[in-house]
């Protein structure tokens, strides 16, 4: 096989890595810029596979990547809908409470997502939420109008589309094997040739730390991935739900829990749990490596996260395999839903960052390495805000070759 030299190389062909492209590819157009992926078409690991909500960006830190991104990209994501005729469903989100000490959490939570600036956002009692949500079950509520539902495979097709027409090359079915540095250049090894680049960005999503440790790099971090598993409500199910409704966040917990969430098409999920999957791309119980669950079980910050967050695990594991634990959760919003309403969907793989000491990475990260760029941590929002990261990325992608 010969050898291609290009420019920039993109390794991933998820959300963040299309964006980057697209946005890259526009701001350089005389730049030759190649996208790889290793499968044999794009957006089908984490980016194909999510809840296909766009965040308002309520639940993060004010001044964080996630805050400012999130934001952002959930105006980018719905004009861009609107400029492609793309679906988008704005239904909006209500996050309930019950309980004094939920109510409290509520509030704050109103707090940082004003502080975040995000749009239309207010508390709402019994009575209003009844107009909006008439089946679910709650004393107070924060309201958030701005969230929508999308389909976040379209819009991945969308940046594909941008990027190929503005010049860049996607090649599917090239999976990444392994890199060296040659006279100042990055020689990266593929199932489908070898490359040479001027500046390789890593957006392999759950794969990324190996990638970047085969570049080089040394990541104080550790892709840990967790299978979230969903239930679709039946015909009779679909009719309780108007939106989104989210329970309120228990900072004990390491996720979010269950939740609503309708789809473009008609549907509802019901999830997704959040259970340690034994291989990265383990989309099913049956998925195993006993290589990649080696690599989780040897590494230290994996025992101390699980020993800080022992019985939410277990608790996950109880609610994946008993379905009527599953259902107990879904009533705690929204009583009327019945064992007879839900019937097992589909699941979606988080690559969640870990460090060594066993704290989950809580922010974006992006780590800046000789020749190369790399996104070690981009869970959710990372769809909501893929077009602002992408953009981000090529910023600094174009002032490292400026500067060269």
Known sequence: M??????????????????????????????????IEKGGKISDQQSGHNSNVLHAGIYYEPGSLKAKFCVEGNRAIAALCEKFNLPIRRC?????????EEIDRLERLHDRGTDNGVPGLRMIGLRELREIE?????TRALYAPNSAVVDFRKIAAVFAAVFENSGGKLMLNT??????????RSRVFTSNGDFTAKLVINC??????????????NPDIRIIPFRGEYYMLGERGRQLVNGLVYPTPNPALPFLDVHLTPQVDGSVE??????????????????????EFGQTLSYPGFWLLAGRHLRA????????????VFLKSLQE?????????????????????????????????????????????????AATSSFMIGKYIAHQADVRMNAD
């Open 2 to 35: 010969t050898t291609i030299d290009t420019e920039v190389l993109i390794i991933g062909g998820g959300l963040v890595g299309l964006a980057t492209a697209m946005h890259l590819q526009k701001m350089r157009p005389r730049s030759t810029i190649t996208l």
């Open 134 to 138: 008439p089946h679910v079950d709650a």
């Open 270 to 291: 019901a999830g997704p749990n959040a259970v340690l999957a034994t291989m990265r791309e383990g989309y099913t119980r049956r998925d195993f490596s006993a290589r």
């Open 313 to 324: 695990g277990i608790s996950e594991i109880n609610r994946s395999l008993r379905k009527s």
């Open 204 to 217: 392999a999503g759950l794969q990324s730390d190996l990638v970047a440790r085969a570049m080089g790099a």
């Open 333 to 381: 919003l929204v009583p009327d839903i019945t064992a007879d309403d839900i019937e097992p969907g589909g699941a979606g793989v988080r690559a969640q960052a870990v460090d060594r000491r066993g704290n989950m990475v809580d922010d974006f990260y992006i780590e800046e390495a000789p020749g190369a760029i790399h996104v070690l941590n981009a869970p959710s929002p």
């Open 92 to 100: 909006g989100k209500v996050i309930v409470a019950n309980t004094e």
């Open 175 to 184: 999976e990444f094997l392994s890199a060296a540095m040659l006279e100042g």
